[in-house]
């Protein structure tokens, strides 16, 4: 078992990381449960998947579940699922020092968490990342969101969990497509700051992929410990450390409008072209060694993510994939803040990338 202590002012919890650790979450949950129940939400195809264990850990423990089940899918981080969930949490009589426990991934945990920070103004929950995006990346860090119509997460709440749960196991129903989305996020910390993380990934990567317990465990520490660090740092992002976390993400962003953030390209595929093209600019710019950027789209090639736009199945021009970005929350003061690279491991922000140079390079 491994245990990240995420340290902030306001207060800290632990992630802990074991496989089988579904199998054995009474132990842990038991002590958050009222009159001998909990409160869980998930999705339908989370609940057939993985319901079931916890289920059966939990009344091992005594504890009774009352299931929350909602559609799988994007479309669930909406104002009618949070009202509906709301509705369904006040029709159980939630109190303010329950817990609400969040199995699945992004969309529930997203969903959970910003519903539990607003119920009864605040009360605890707890995240069970059924995913491997969720459990290297959005179950860690406490920003919470809806999706509205003027765009994605555009509504929410920094909350912190009393507790993340990750059980490695429960990948083993995940679409592997799924697991190789979520596998860019990973590889994304390597790119980061961590050299010897990538070269794992260049020599283990495909061992995660192929479901080997220790190569998941391993992974998901590294990934978590990563993340946690950065939060730690900037929980609210205002240092501007916390915004390293979006590197590939402003050319995945890109991406994903230009395919109407649909199942044609998956987030984590999208960060993962992102990702190379990124190398390669500040190849381009002459901030980063050929050799560096090559090995990132090899990498990534390997393993069978988009890595340029061919393979991300988008043919959209330079000017209108730039007009994209413009569009990005991200943008501050007229300025787009670029992530770049000096190398693997060694991503810095740039705040004066010429744009008309970022449409003419993706033209080429
Ligand atoms: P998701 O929650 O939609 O899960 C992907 C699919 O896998 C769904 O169909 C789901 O039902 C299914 N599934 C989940 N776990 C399963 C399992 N163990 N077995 C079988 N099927 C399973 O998507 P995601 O990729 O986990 O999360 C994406 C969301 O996360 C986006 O909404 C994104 O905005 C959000 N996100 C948030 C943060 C943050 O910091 N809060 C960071 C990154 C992403
Ligand atoms: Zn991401």
Same mark, same amino acid.
């Given at each position: 078992?491994?245990?990240?202590?995420?340290?902030?002012?306001?207060?800290?919890?632990?992630?802990?990381?074991?496989?089988?650790? *579904?199998?054995?979450?009474?132990? #842990?949950?038991?002590?958050?449960?009222?009159?001998?129940?909990?409160?869980?939400?998930?999705?339908?195809?989370?609940?057939?998947? #993985?319901?079931?264990?916890?289920?059966?850990? !939990?009344?091992?423990?005594?504890?009774?579940?009352?299931?929350?089940?909602?559609?799988?899918?994007?479309?669930?981080?909406?104002?009618?699922?949070?009202?509906?969930?709301?509705?369904?949490?006040?029709?159980?009589?939630?109190?303010?020092?329950?817990?609400?426990?969040?199995?699945?991934?992004?969309?529930?945990?997203?969903?959970?968490?910003?519903?539990?920070?607003?119920?009864?103004?605040?009360?605890?929950?707890? #995240?069970?990342?059924?995913? !491997?995006?969720?459990?290297?990346?959005?179950?860690?860090?406490?920003?919470?969101?809806?999706?509205?119509?003027?765009?994605?997460?555009?509504?929410?709440?920094?909350?912190?969990?009393?507790?993340?749960?990750?059980?490695?196991?429960?990948?083993?129903?995940?679409?592997?497509?799924?697991?190789?989305?979520?596998?860019?996020?990973?590889?994304?910390?390597?790119?980061?700051?961590?050299?010897?993380?990538?070269?794992?990934?260049?020599?283990?990567?495909?061992?995660?992929?192929?479901?080997?317990?220790?190569?998941?465990?391993?992974?998901?520490?590294?990934?978590?410990?990563?993340?946690?660090?950065?939060?730690?740092?900037?929980?609210?992002?205002?240092?501007?450390?916390?915004?390293? !976390?979006?590197?590939?993400?402003?050319?995945?962003?890109?991406?994903?409008?230009?395919?109407?953030?649909?199942?044609? !390209?998956?987030?984590?595929?999208?960060? $993962?072209?992102?990702?190379?093209?990124?190398?390669?600019?500040?190849?381009? *710019?002459?901030?980063?060694?050929?050799?560096?950027?090559?090995?990132?789209?090899?990498?990534?090639?390997?393993?069978? *993510?988009?890595?340029?736009?061919?393979?991300?199945?988008?043919?959209?021009?330079?000017?209108?994939?730039?007009?994209?970005?413009?569009?990005?929350?991200?943008? $501050?003061?007229?300025?787009?803040?670029?992530? *770049?690279?000096?190398?693997?491991?060694?991503?810095?922000?740039?705040?004066?990338?010429?744009?008309?140079?970022?449409?003419?390079?993706?033209? #080429?």
């Amino acid at each position: 078992m491994a245990l990240v202590r995420v340290a902030l002012d306001a207060r800290s919890y632990d992630i802990v990381i074991e496989q089988g650790a *579904l199998d054995r979450a009474g132990d #842990q949950l038991a002590r958050f449960a009222r009159g001998g129940r909990l409160v869980v939400v998930t999705d339908a195809n989370v609940a057939a998947a #993985q319901l079931p264990r916890l289920d059966a850990s !939990l009344r091992a423990a005594n504890v009774g579940i009352e299931p929350i089940i909602l559609p799988p899918g994007e479309q669930t981080k909406s104002w009618r699922h949070l009202e509906q969930l709301l509705d369904a949490l006040l029709g159980l009589e939630i109190e303010r020092g329950d817990h609400i426990v969040a199995l699945g991934g992004g969309v529930i945990g997203d969903l959970v968490g910003f519903a539990a920070s607003i119920l009864k103004r605040g009360c605890h929950f707890v #995240q069970l990342p059924t995913t !491997l995006l969720a459990q290297v990346d959005s179950s860690v860090g406490g920003k919470t969101a809806i999706n509205t119509r003027a765009g994605k997460n555009l509504v929410g709440s920094f909350y912190q969990p009393a507790l993340v749960l990750i059980d490695p196991a429960t990948l083993d129903s995940l679409p592997p497509r799924e697991t190789r989305a979520g596998y860019a996020e990973v590889v994304k910390y390597g790119l980061i700051d961590d050299p010897d993380f990538f070269a794992w990934c260049e020599s283990d990567g495909h061992r995660l992929l192929a479901g080997d317990a220790a190569a998941r465990t391993h992974a998901i520490e590294k990934s978590v410990a990563a993340k946690a660090a950065i939060v730690a740092d900037d929980e609210r992002e205002t240092s501007g450390r916390r915004a390293l !976390l979006n590197l590939g993400h402003t050319f995945g962003h890109a991406l994903e409008a230009d395919t109407g953030f649909s199942d044609t !390209l998956l987030h984590g595929e999208a960060v $993962a072209a992102g990702m190379a093209l990124a190398f390669r600019y500040s190849t381009r *710019l002459g901030l980063c060694p050929t050799e560096d950027a090559a090995r990132v789209t090899a990498h990534l090639k390997a393993i069978g *993510l988009p890595h340029d736009l061919a393979s991300a199945h988008v043919s959209a021009d330079g000017a209108t994939l730039v007009g994209h970005m413009l569009h990005d929350k991200k943008m $501050a003061g007229g300025t787009l803040p670029f992530l *770049l690279a000096r190398g693997i491991g060694q991503t810095f922000l740039s705040k004066d990338v010429a744009l008309d140079d970022v449409a003419a390079f993706l033209d #080429q």
